[in-house]
């Protein structure tokens, strides 16, 4: 009897040392490192990254309406709005002569355009320009900084000296 209870036990203390190991005793993988830790979180997040720049809009490219519209510009600056005429260039103004007097007596000799005019203080002239349009030069004043014409459809105030 003490022999099969020694070879019991030796069974028994074999069974518990020698018997393969199931899932559940198995050693568990070792820990990784902080630094693969780091890795794989920086990994995760430039992908995010990068799915997120590819998603988004390229503010420097031109968008296929905008190129079109660059293509198909013209060079020329933009015509009038319908129902009005464009703008007309100011003439070109300059003294020829003038003659000081004492109050009214001062007159004034400009060329406008290629074409001569005298013109008195507080006078109104009718002047045309070489492509036959009509303006009014009004002479403001004669004084010691030079003549004063204004040129009325223009807006515009000039000083002649």
């Known amino acids: ?8 036990g ?6 518990v040392f020698l018997r393969p190991a199931s899932a559940e005793d198995a050693v568990p993988p070792p ?3 902080v630094t693969e830790k780091v890795e794989s979180v920086l990994d995760k997040r430039n992908q995010v990254l990068k799915d997120a720049v590819r998603e ?14 660059l293509r198909n510009a013209s060079p020329k600056a933009p ?3 319908s129902g009005q005429a464009p703008a007309a260039k100011p003439p070109k103004v300059r003294l020829v002569a003038a003659v ?13 355009d290629g074409t001569n005019y005298l013109i008195e203080p507080n006078a109104e002239i009718t002047c045309y320009t070489q492509s036959g ?13 030079g003549i004063h014409l204004e040129l009325l459809p223009f807006r515009q105030t000039l000083i002649l000296r």
Request: aromatic share 4%.
């Open 79 to 81: 015509a009038a709005p």
């Open 56 to 69: 988004m809009d390229d503010p420097t490219r031109l968008t296929p309406a905008l190129r079109d519209a």
């Open 1 to 8: 009897m003490m022999s099969q209870l020694i070879r019991s």
């Open 133 to 145: 349009e009509q303006f009014t030069v009004r002479a403001k004043a004669f004084d010691d900084t």
């Open 100 to 112: 000081r007097g004492g109050g009214d007596d001062s007159k004034a000799m400009i060329e406008v």
């Open 31 to 33: 820990e990784p490192s």
């Open 10 to 15: 030796c069974a028994a203390l074999a069974f």
